[in-house]
């Protein structure tokens, strides 16, 4: 059972803390170099889509009489678009299938609405000041876009079925200057939450000041389940235009983690008003999508079960080291008053939170050992988590030797900053409540 630090008497307390540096000591001696600060897909995963490095195949190039290889068909080929479109539920006139990379197209989204507007009367978002609602913790790419454009952050909390809806309202009901929201409502990056039906419909419903504001819909984890099915997709351009807001959603997604990391196929999705806005400035920077690379995926999965069934040797791979991450922490941990986190049914990664006041000392302490993590603060704008509590697990890279080093270190490097930090407290005479975790 692992010490309840704050009932320990001061000379415990000592103790504790020299055992604490003796095991981090003994951790630092193996001289480890082990990588969990990105939700890169194991080789084992890769190796899943091998056969798509001999695709096509035969010399045969065409298909929906479209000869792969030529340029054209900038909205992707239609036999991609309808298989995706099933997955995702979105009807493939509504999908465009892209290039390699979802995070290019949300970039691409983001400039043209920058440079351009969103289409209509409305005038180009450079005109004036903006701002993006960012539920935390997030995913620190779409801050790091958003920011690369000098837009102002606005965090609103995420709560455990969406982003807190009661702030959101208060804030673009009042605020022309805020454009947009970022969302991962499937799994969310970190956190793993799935937003429910009502907030989803409740963000589409909701009156704005801005008559332009936009849902940037990052579903990358649409059918990343670690165990059982994923949850059914929600039609959310078919809500968005009854709830009378057809334009609101961008809806992004990729095969990014399903197939070849950075050589998959991206999709955006939005009602007819936003396709045509979004291919008519699309043409201006390409002819054409890299179809031969479409056709690849095409052929790999054949239809909708094909990817089904692919996304559950995915999560054959995952939950044993997901598992792996929480049992530990659970074993060295748990009750400990010291340390939360979730246990995610999919996604990529496990959300930690330490005691307020050591996360960026337990990355550090965690370095110093040889075990990268993701900097403390990093699912936050600016990466400023104001607690200094947060850390971002990713469970899916090393091996589960590899993995089980990481997180036994890991847990050795929480208790002592945490040891530190009460040891600091008490000769300070500074009382932290053991439940502020």
Same mark, same amino acid.
């Given at each position: 059972?692992?010490?309840?630090?704050?009932?320990?008497?001061?000379?415990?307390?000592?103790?504790?803390?020299?055992?604490?540096?003796?095991?981090?000591?003994?951790?630092?001696?193996?001289?480890?170099?082990?990588?969990?600060?990105?939700?890169?897909?194991?080789?084992?995963?890769?190796?899943?889509?091998?056969?798509?490095?001999?695709?096509?195949?035969?010399?045969?190039?065409?298909?929906?009489?479209?000869?792969?290889?030529?340029?054209?068909?900038?909205?992707?080929?239609?036999?991609?678009?309808?298989?995706?479109?099933?997955?995702?539920?979105?009807?493939?006139?509504?999908?465009?299938?892209?290039?390699?990379?979802?995070? &290019?197209?949300?970039?691409?989204?983001? $400039?043209?609405?920058?440079?351009?507007?969103?289409?209509?009367?409305?005038?180009?978002?450079?005109?004036?000041?903006?701002?993006?609602?960012?539920?935390?913790?997030?995913?620190?790419?779409?801050?790091?876009?958003?920011?690369?454009?000098?837009? &102002?952050?606005?965090?609103?909390?995420?709560?455990?079925?969406?982003?807190?809806?009661?702030?959101?309202?208060?804030?673009?009901?009042?605020?022309?200057?805020?454009?947009?929201?970022?969302?991962?409502?499937?799994?969310?990056?970190?956190?793993?939450? *799935?937003?429910?039906?009502?907030?989803?419909?409740?963000?589409?419903?909701?009156?704005?000041?801005?008559?332009?504001?936009?849902?940037?819909?990052?579903?990358?984890?649409?059918?990343?389940?670690?165990?059982?099915?994923?949850? &059914? $997709?929600?039609?959310?351009?078919?809500? !968005?235009?009854?709830?009378?807001?057809?334009?609101?959603?961008?809806?992004?997604?990729?095969?990014?983690?399903?197939?070849?990391?950075?050589?998959?196929?991206?999709?955006? !999705?939005?009602?007819?008003?936003?396709?045509?806005?979004?291919?008519?400035?699309?043409?201006?920077?390409?002819?054409?999508?890299?179809?031969?690379?479409?056709?690849?995926?095409?052929?790999?999965?054949?239809?909708?079960?094909?990817?089904?069934?692919?996304?559950?040797?995915?999560?054959?791979?995952?939950?044993?080291?997901?598992?792996?991450?929480? $049992?530990?922490?659970?074993?060295?941990?748990?009750?400990?008053?010291?340390?939360?986190?979730?246990?995610?049914?999919?996604?990529?990664?496990?959300?930690?939170?330490?005691?307020?006041?050591?996360?960026?000392?337990?990355?550090?302490?965690?370095?110093?050992?040889?075990?990268?993590?993701?900097? !403390?603060?990093?699912?936050?704008?600016?990466?400023?988590?104001?607690?200094?509590?947060?850390?971002?697990?990713?469970?899916?890279?090393?091996?589960?030797? &590899?993995?089980?080093?990481?997180?036994?270190?890991?847990?050795?490097?929480?208790?002592?900053?945490? *040891?530190?930090?009460?040891?600091?407290?008490?000769?300070?005479?500074?009382?932290?409540?053991?439940?502020?975790?």
């Amino acid at each position: 059972m692992p010490l309840q630090l704050h009932s320990l008497t001061d000379r415990e307390l000592e103790v504790e803390l020299a055992r604490c540096r003796a095991e981090y000591d003994t951790v630092k001696a193996r001289g480890l170099a082990l990588d969990i600060t990105r939700g890169k897909p194991a080789p084992e995963q890769l190796d899943l889509s091998a056969a798509m490095l001999v695709l096509p195949g035969d010399g045969d190039y065409v298909i929906d009489g479209i000869d792969c290889r030529n340029y054209g068909e900038l909205a992707g080929l239609p036999s991609l678009r309808a298989l995706f479109g099933e997955v995702l539920e979105i009807a493939p006139k509504s999908l465009i299938a892209g290039g390699t990379s979802s995070l &290019e197209t949300m970039y691409d989204v983001l $400039s043209f609405a920058w440079i351009h507007g969103t289409g209509g009367t409305g005038a180009p978002w450079s005109a004036a000041p903006v701002k993006f609602l960012c539920p935390v913790p997030g995913y620190d790419r779409h801050f790091a876009i958003t920011e690369s454009f000098g837009i &102002e952050l606005v965090p609103v909390p995420l709560l455990s079925d969406g982003p807190d809806i009661n702030a959101i309202r208060n804030l673009v009901a009042s605020d022309p200057q805020i454009k947009g929201i970022w969302c991962v409502p499937v799994y969310s990056n970190p956190s793993g939450v *799935t937003y429910s039906e009502q907030v989803t419909r409740d963000l589409l419903g909701m009156e704005t000041a801005a008559p332009d504001f936009r849902i940037f819909w990052d579903n990358a984890y649409a059918v990343h389940a670690l165990a059982g099915d994923a949850p &059914e $997709s929600f039609d959310i351009l078919g809500t !968005a235009t009854h709830v009378g807001n057809p334009d609101r959603p961008f809806v992004f997604a990729s095969t990014s983690k399903m197939t070849i990391a950075g050589g998959g196929v991206s999709f955006f !999705a939005g009602s007819d008003a936003n396709i045509a806005w979004y291919l008519n400035h699309l043409s201006r920077k390409r002819v054409g999508q890299d179809k031969v690379n479409q056709l690849r995926h095409v052929r790999f999965f054949r239809d909708a079960d094909g990817v089904r069934a692919h996304m559950r040797k995915h999560q054959r791979i995952l939950a044993p080291k997901f598992e792996l991450v929480t $049992s530990t922490l659970r074993r060295e941990l748990g009750n400990s008053g010291i340390a939360s986190w979730t246990e995610p049914t999919g996604g990529y990664f496990v959300n930690l939170e330490v005691l307020p006041g050591t996360a960026t000392r337990v990355v550090g302490l965690a370095k110093d050992v040889g075990i990268a993590l993701t900097p !403390a603060g990093s699912a936050f704008p600016s990466g400023n988590d104001p607690r200094d509590s947060h850390i971002r697990l990713a469970p899916s890279l090393p091996s589960e030797q &590899e993995l089980r080093l990481a997180i036994d270190g890991l847990c050795i490097c929480i208790r002592l900053a945490a *040891t530190e930090l009460v040891h600091n407290d008490r000769h300070a005479g500074v009382h932290r409540s053991p439940a502020s975790v």
